[in-house]
């Protein structure tokens, strides 16, 4: 059996009797490698390690980390099927999702090439009489970053190339449930070019979370998860002093106003709902549908969702692969169990599907339900399955309270012909990210993603602009070359003359 390590300092290492997770193939429900999990004193030495390399790597010249960017991106696109593999396999999604995802987050390598840029500062002449005022961006020091199972390169993508490009050392903590990809990227990164020790990959589970949480030598803390955890992640880093960007869970909801196009709509909330087999932060769980359009959906829908193609990630006509594990479709399958119980209305239901060949796969059918209301618990937690509910409303009103009175504030969608409808929607929805006919708006790199609610604890947006203000401190500089002039000592607040 493969045992997968730590990459630290450039190479593969392993600690003396440590614990191992089990990595499992969703589809084939089999244990297919292990992954060591560190201990505290793993996370240390990643940490002097990254403390090492940091002198020089934060005073490498801004373009030269940009050619190490440039050379990143062409290895990435060199390795995409690799890559891919190594996602679908342990994750599940079908390789055509994982190619996309990691395309979405090689725009963050894409964007990160450009920061010479990014970084250029502020300069003022002249502030006070002979006076000038200069402000810089320099890293944090080292960062770290925390990341779920469900994007295995694009979450930790998010990251890190922003961080490194600021002139940081980064130690990553991938999911334990699909760690190979994560190290796949580290190894590319250093044949771009970055010195060993920029880039640290330490496999774990909470003990290296909380020893990377306490360290006092890390300054900066991402984390992309469930909100129980972001919460706890925001709260213990803070603490320890640390800045923490912490993205939690969704409850993504879909409104679909009388007048939208009913087919383009059902298009849209097919692959916003069923694709990752719904394991997407930005997945849509929730559909609205607005006066008399909740019918004509159904009817249209449930065609749709009972001949949905599931298979494993290399089959290439499939749409939707398996759950990650058998424990989270247990859950779903308990939630399908209790939206029955509370009376909402099971349309089409994906409970014991089985794939012949794949017998002990956690495959799972889509799972459509009507009539739910706000207090169920399918409308209440994020399930994060194949599950869309689909909520009546009997107007526009009623449905945007629904989405302003979620705890959660990821993403949220509006279909709809009508242009001041949209525009309304988009201005009072109290959600981080929204789309126009648009079912996943996941923003484009030289934007930021990022919730609101319980979607975000920390008050940077990750990747944009926002990533290069969360990996870095602005220092400002006040200069003066006073030639003969003594004032003599000043005790007042000093005023600009
Ligand atoms: P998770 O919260 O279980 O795990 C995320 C990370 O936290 C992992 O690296 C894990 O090892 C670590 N972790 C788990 N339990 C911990 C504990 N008790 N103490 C400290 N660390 C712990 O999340 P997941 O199941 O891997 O991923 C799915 C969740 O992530 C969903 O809730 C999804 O909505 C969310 N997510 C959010 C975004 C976003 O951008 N907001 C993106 C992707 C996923």
């Keep these: 059996m493969k045992i997968i390590g730590h990459r630290i300092n450039g190479e593969v290492s392993f600690e003396k009797n440590s614990r191992l997770g089990d990595v499992y193939n969703p589809a084939t429900g089999e244990v297919e490698r292990q ?9 240390d030495k990643a940490v002097s390690v990254a403390k090492n390399a940091l002198e020089s ?18 290895l990435i696109e060199e390795n995409i099927d690799e890559l891919a593999d190594m996602v679908g396999r342990e994750h599940g999604k079908v390789l055509s999702d994982a190619r996309g995802s990691i395309i979405r987050g090689l725009e963050v390598v894409e964007f990160a090439c450009g920061i010479p840029h990014l970084l250029k500062g502020e300069y003022t002449e002249q502030v006070g009489t002979g006076v000038d005022s200069f ?4 890293p944090v020091g080292i960062a770290a970053g925390i990341t779920p199972f469900n994007f295995p390169a694009m979450v930790p993508l998010w990251m890190f190339p922003i961080a490194i490009a600021c002139g940081n050392t980064f130690i990553l903590k991938p999911s334990e449930r699909d760690p190979s990809c994560p190290m796949k990227l580290a190894e590319l990164l250093e044949e771009a070019g970055a010195p060993p020790g920029v880039l640290n990959v330490v496999n774990g589970d909470k003990e290296a979370v909380n020893a990377i949480l306490d360290h006092p030598d890390i300054s900066a803390v991402s984390f992309v998860g469930s909100t129980p955890i972001a919460r706890h992640v925001y709260s213990r880093g803070s603490l320890a002093g640390k800045r923490v960007q912490a993205l939690g869970g969704a409850k993504n909801h879909m409104v679909i106003m009388p007048d939208a196009d009913l087919d383009q709509t059902v298009d849209a909330l097919m692959g916003a709902a069923y694709g990752s087999a719904g394991e997407r932060c ?5 559909a609205v549908a607005v006066g008399d359009i909740g019918d004509k959906l159904i009817e249209k829908m449930t065609p749709k969702v009972s001949s949905l193609k599931i298979g494993p990630w290399d089959d290439p006509d499939a749409e939707m692969g398996p759950i990650i594990t058998r424990e989270s479709f247990d859950n779903i399958t308990n939630l399908i169990n209790e939206g029955e119980k509370d009376g ?3 349309i089409v239901d994906g409970r014991n599907l089985t794939l012949q060949g794949y017998e002990k796969g956690n495959f799972m059918g889509g799972t459509l339900f009507d009539n739910v209301k706000p207090g169920m618990s399918i409308y209440d937690q994020e399930i994060f399955g194949p599950v869309l509910s689909t909520v009546r409303a009997s107007n526009y009103d009623e449905a945007l309270n629904l989405v302003k009175s979620n705890p959660y504030g990821n993403g949220v969608s509006i279909f709809t012909r009508d242009g001041d409808t949209a525009r309304d929607f988009a201005s009072k929805a109290n959600i981080g990210m929204v789309g126009i006919n648009i079912p996943i708006p996941v923003p484009v790199a030289y934007h930021s993603f990022g919730g609101w609610k319980d979607s975000l604890f920390g008050s940077n947006n990750t990747y944009g602009m926002e990533g290069v203000r ?3 401190k602005v220092k400002t500089v006040s200069s003066s070359w006073p030639s003969g002039i003594k004032d003599g000592a000043l005790f007042s607040m000093p005023v600009m003359k």
């Design 282 to 286: 930005m997945a849509i769980s929730v």
């Design 35 to 43: 992954v060591t999990l560190a201990s505290i004193s793993q996370v």
């Design 344 to 346: 909402a209305s099971l």
């Design 135 to 138: 402000s810089m961006r320099q």
């Design 470 to 472: 969360f990996y870095t």
């Design 57 to 74: 790597w934060s005073a490498t010249p801004p373009i030269k980390r940009a050619r190490v960017m440039f050379k990143y991106k062409q």
